[in-house]
């Protein structure tokens, strides 16, 4: 295990290598969608896939497209637009090449394939970095132009690619994959509600959804970012992959139940993209102006021509009046995994319930494993006896934590598909799905709260039962800061509320957010709410980058109007930012896994002869030398004497930081008592080393715990010299 961060340093750096991408595969340059700029006349396109190789700087071709219009005179122009700059923008009269062979149009079906070299003047044109940078924002605009009255016949639209991009799969499965790790960690740690894993898993799934909706927003975002984030849409739930029977299922649900917005489908949504935004950054005005006064007639016959045509493969027309344009926010991230923005809600909500059943499943292995221990009394009496006793608070606990990841995605698509006119059993279900979320995670909190009104925060940490189930919302920070999960969960709510309602608004969203963001860090620096110095540094460390990326956001901001290669540049800061700021979160996971394994074989070694003084001596020591380096450094704050289980006192209430002079405070223990029928393990002092599992839990594999969850007050204050004797060690 001791290989274990080398080899996370192998993977983290595998990780960063394709997050920024830079590596061209091969050089190329093809079209990744096609769309009709105006409703087609002239031209007609079944299949329009044509790719540059600069290696051998040729041309590859397979067109599929049929010129329909008879007699008619028409000039092309092709228009090439990179970043917003327009490096080829030219104007051919077709009756002045070629001896006027395309002069008058011929009608003529053309479905070919072949592949032609191309001089060397050609290829000299094209700067190599436009094979290189990931997510290239690029367009080919081919429009064909009646000469005598300026009408536009035909107006085809291409969108470029290289085949680069920051979306990965490979680090959705590597951030998913670690992130499953850690929950397994945590899972097997959480017996203690004190343990930092759980609340670590937490920070890094925070953050995984932080980067995942901060692409939700009404901007005009670099594509780059957009895809860098998207990376992360598992945190919200959105699974999605081309056209899978989930999607259809929401399609046909829809359709069944009113829905008449667009169905998801397998294409490319970049063709949909509305073409003010990146990638196609054109703000002049769509030229398909010049095609409102044609007939209606003449229009029903072009568009059943078109349908008819167009049966193998979808090309549509998108221009800026027509009504299947993607704006901005979540209808363009999700869309780009082929989630249609009326599906969204109910793919989270869809995933939620698979995610319950498997809690359900995992909780009832849980239980039928508590039984068949009780029945053939497997183990030992006392063990099997504290089992039953912890079991349904750590249910409850991970219930709770399962609640607060859940919360921001449900609570977000809740919203959002209230602002859509669709199916009425989306919105019932959304109803329902908020309703749950809501009281999932409010109840909770009320219970916390009026626990403190009735007697006062420290009851928290020394009641079992309130800390084992309860844990999750408080049992990382102070006493006297036990509220600090409350502007947590206000502010996921308000974040919800701006990502969804307030989309009209890219400017107010962005602002709003970064006012939450800043009230936010500003807690954090103030209050300095965790037990050690070193968690309060990495929280606000966390809060202090999203401020920051936030802050860089503006930029996006459409009436703004940054160009779009410093955009583009922007975009890959914040990603690098974010990539860093994730590996930050893992590495830190990592120190603490590494330091269980090592706490685990330390006592693995030792337990059997020295005494349970003694192997947690050496358990110190090894903390002490490993805890340097990490975020949970013990000599930031030293721990303080922990209260006695029945005389509950909390010194850090009066008496912050200072261990030499602890204060008693008796709590109203009774009131508690009655109130909390469910806490059936009350009375009884467990052993130090109850947990069935082989770490040191509860305690001393806890960086951030001061309180000794379940008594047993010897022992603990036994350990405050131990651990002057580790400090003396550095
Ligand atoms: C051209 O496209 C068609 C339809 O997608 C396909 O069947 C054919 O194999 C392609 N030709 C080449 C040379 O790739
Ligand atoms: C198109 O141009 C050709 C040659 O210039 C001319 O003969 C023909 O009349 C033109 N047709 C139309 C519809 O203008
Ligand atoms: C391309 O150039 C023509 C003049 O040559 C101009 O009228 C047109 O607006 C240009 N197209 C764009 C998109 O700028
Ligand atoms: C082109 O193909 C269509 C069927 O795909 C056919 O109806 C039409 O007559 C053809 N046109 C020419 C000029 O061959
Ligand atoms: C150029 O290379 C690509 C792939 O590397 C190949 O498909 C294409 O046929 C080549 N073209 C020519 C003209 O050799
Ligand atoms: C969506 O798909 C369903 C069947 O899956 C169909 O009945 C419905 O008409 C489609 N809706 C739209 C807007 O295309």
Known sequence: MFSFLARLRVAAFTLSSLVISSHALEGSLFTSSVTYCSTPETLLIQQFDVEYFAANQSVSFNISAESVDSNVNVSASLLVNVFGIEPLNITIDLCGILNGALCPLPEYNFTGSDSISLPDSFASNIPSIVFKVPDLEGYAQLTLTEVSTGDVKACVQATLSNGLSTHQLAVEWATGGLTIFTFLVALWQSYSPTTILPYRLMDLIYLFQNVAVSALFNLNYPVTYISFALNFAWSLSLFSSGDDSMQGAINNMRALTG??????????????????????????????????????????????????????????????????????????????????????????FLCTLILIAITLSVFSIGWVSLFTMERFRLGHE?????????????????????????????????????????????????????????????????????????????????????????????????????????????VAFFKAIIVSFISSSGMAQIILFLILEIALVLRVLLLR??????????????????????????????????????????????????????????????????????????????????????????????????????DSDPYGRPRNPTPERNVPLDPEINQPYNPSSPTTTTTDYASTRQRDSESTNFGSVLPRRWSFTPLHTPTDSSALDHTPPFGSTLSRTSEEPLEKVSHSHD
């Open 259 to 348: 829905g008449g917005l667009a169905n998801s489908s397998s294409n490319s949504a970049v063709a949909f993209v509305n073409r003010k935004l990146s990638p196609f950054n054109s703000d002049s005005a769509s030229s398909s102006s010049s095609i409102s006064g044609l007939s209606s007639l003449t229009r029903r016959t072009v568009d059943s021509l078109v349908s008819n045509n167009l049966q193998q493969r979808d090309v549509a027309v998108v221009t800026s009046e027509s009504d299947n344009v993607l704006s901005a926010g979540i209808p363009i991230y999700v869309s780009t995994i082929n989630i249609a923005t009326a599906n969204a809600f109910m793919t989270v």
């Open 382 to 490: 006392s063990r099997r006896s504290q089992l039953r006793n912890a079991y349904p608070s750590w249910v409850r606990a991970w219930i709770l934590r399962l609640s607060l990841i859940m919360f921001t995605p449900l609570v977000v698509f809740a919203f959002y598909q209230w602002t859509l006119n669709d199916s009425w059993l989306s919105v019932l279900f959304s109803v329902i799905a908020f309703l749950g979320i809501m009281i999932a995670v409010c109840y909770p909190c009320v219970v916390v709260i009026r626990t403190v009104r009735r007697s006062e925060p420290s009851v928290l940490y020394t009641d079992p039962f309130l800390l084992k189930t309860y844990g999750p919302l408080h049992a990382q920070y102070l006493p006297r800061r036990y509220h600090f999960f409350l502007p947590l969960v206000i």
């Open 529 to 630: 709410p965790h037990k050690t110095r070193g968690a309060d540094i990495f929280s606000s460390f966390l809060a202090i980058v999203r401020v920051v990326c936030t802050g860089l956001m503006i930029a996006f901001i459409q009436s703004i109007g940054v160009k779009p290669i410093p955009r583009y540049a922007i975009g890959l800061v914040l990603a690098v930012i974010y990539s860093i700021t994730i590996l930050v979160v893992f590495f830190n996971i990592a120190l603490h896994i590494q330091r269980l394994f090592k706490r685990r074989e330390a006592s693995r070694s030792s337990s059997r002869s020295s005494s349970l003084h003694g192997s947690s001596n050496t358990m110190l020591e090894k903390d002490a030398v490993s805890s340097s380096t990490s």
